[in-house]
């Protein structure tokens, strides 16, 4: 059973750092006046389109905090990942049902979206790093999925998630953080398991236009402390 929650607690993790934890993305100027010229509108650039295999390269350059080369996840491995955590999510009992809402909408991965993750696992700490990047066609996706779980965020600061009759009990604090992305996002989550045992993730999330990369670190003695080299993962994705 701990193997199955795990994911699901690391995938609910990582939605909940992508879609509100901080406030939202710093507003532009205020409107000019009404005595001002109107000026020509700028054309909007056309977002720049990233392949899988463009992204798995941006992750397999990157490094943990000791130094340690990222492993790439294989597509394939990636895709049925996601599949398993869909089924997980699809069965699991979550409380309370805005939480559960939040998980099964931002569990879809938009249409033409391309991703790649890489991961780290520490032996020192008994840690384990992973670092996801996801690009949308359009920006306008990213940005409106962040504002409409924000909504439902600040009733998921403490829920369940119960599979196969066992409950794991999470609850997640937001942590201001500033990424290189023109949205960032920080939280501290911790988890107790059937167990007993205590796992905690930190995750960071950085968005900037159709790109969005997530961090995440879970373990069982991690901290805020670790929010640095979080960040610094996240910038390196986003350029």
Same mark, same amino acid.
């Given at each position: 059973?701990?193997?199955?929650?795990?994911?699901?607690?690391?995938?609910?993790?990582?939605?909940?750092?992508?879609?509100?934890?901080?406030?939202? &993305?710093?507003?532009?100027?205020?409107?000019?006046?009404?005595?001002?010229?109107?000026?020509?509108?700028?054309?909007?650039?056309?977002?720049?389109?990233?392949?899988?295999?463009?992204?798995?390269?941006?992750?397999?350059?990157?490094?943990?905090?000791?130094?340690?080369?990222?492993?790439?996840?294989?597509?394939?491995?990636?895709?049925?990942?996601?599949?398993?955590?869909?089924?997980?999510?699809?069965?699991?009992?979550?409380?309370?049902?805005?939480?559960?809402?939040?998980?099964?909408?931002?569990?879809?991965?938009?249409?033409?979206?391309?991703?790649?993750?890489?991961?780290?696992?520490? &032996? &020192?700490?008994?840690?384990?790093?992973?670092?996801?990047?996801?690009?949308?066609?359009?920006?306008?996706?990213?940005?409106?999925?962040?504002?409409?779980?924000?909504?439902?965020?600040?009733?998921?600061?403490?829920?369940?998630?119960?599979?196969?009759?066992?409950?794991?009990?999470?609850?997640?604090?937001?942590?201001?953080?500033?990424?290189?992305?023109?949205?960032?996002?920080?939280?501290?989550?911790?988890?107790?398991?059937?167990?007993?045992?205590?796992?905690?993730?930190?995750?960071?999330?950085?968005?900037?236009?159709?790109?969005?990369?997530?961090?995440?670190?879970?373990?069982?003695?991690?901290?805020?402390?670790?929010? &640095?080299?979080?960040?610094?993962?996240?910038?390196?994705?986003?350029?």
């Amino acid at each position: 059973m701990k193997k199955m929650l795990a994911p699901l607690g690391i995938l609910f993790a990582g939605i909940l750092a992508l879609t509100g934890c901080g406030g939202p &993305a710093n507003p532009g100027n205020a409107a000019a006046s009404s005595s001002t010229p109107t000026p020509t509108p700028t054309p909007t650039p056309t977002p720049k389109a990233y392949t899988n295999e463009e992204l798995a390269s941006i992750v397999a350059q990157l490094k943990d905090d000791q130094g340690k080369p990222l492993t790439v996840v294989p597509a394939a491995q990636l895709d049925q990942g996601i599949i398993a955590a869909k089924q997980m999510l699809a069965s699991a009992v979550i409380t309370p049902p805005a939480c559960a809402a939040l998980a099964n909408t931002n569990a879809q991965v938009p249409d033409g979206a391309t991703y790649a993750a890489g991961e780290s696992i520490s &032996a &020192a700490d008994k840690s384990v790093t992973v670092i996801t990047a996801l690009a949308v066609k359009d920006p306008a996706v990213l940005a409106g999925q962040t504002k409409k779980s924000a909504d439902a965020l600040a009733q998921c600061s403490t829920f369940t998630i119960e599979v196969g009759g066992q409950k794991v009990t999470t609850q997640t604090q937001p942590l201001p953080q500033k990424t290189s992305g023109d949205q960032s996002t920080g939280a501290l989550s911790t988890q107790v398991l059937p167990s007993g045992q205590k796992v905690t993730t930190l995750t960071v999330t950085g968005v900037k236009g159709n790109l969005g990369a997530t961090a995440i670190k879970t373990g069982a003695t991690v901290t805020a402390d670790s929010a &640095a080299e979080l960040v610094k993962l996240v910038n390196a994705v986003l350029g």
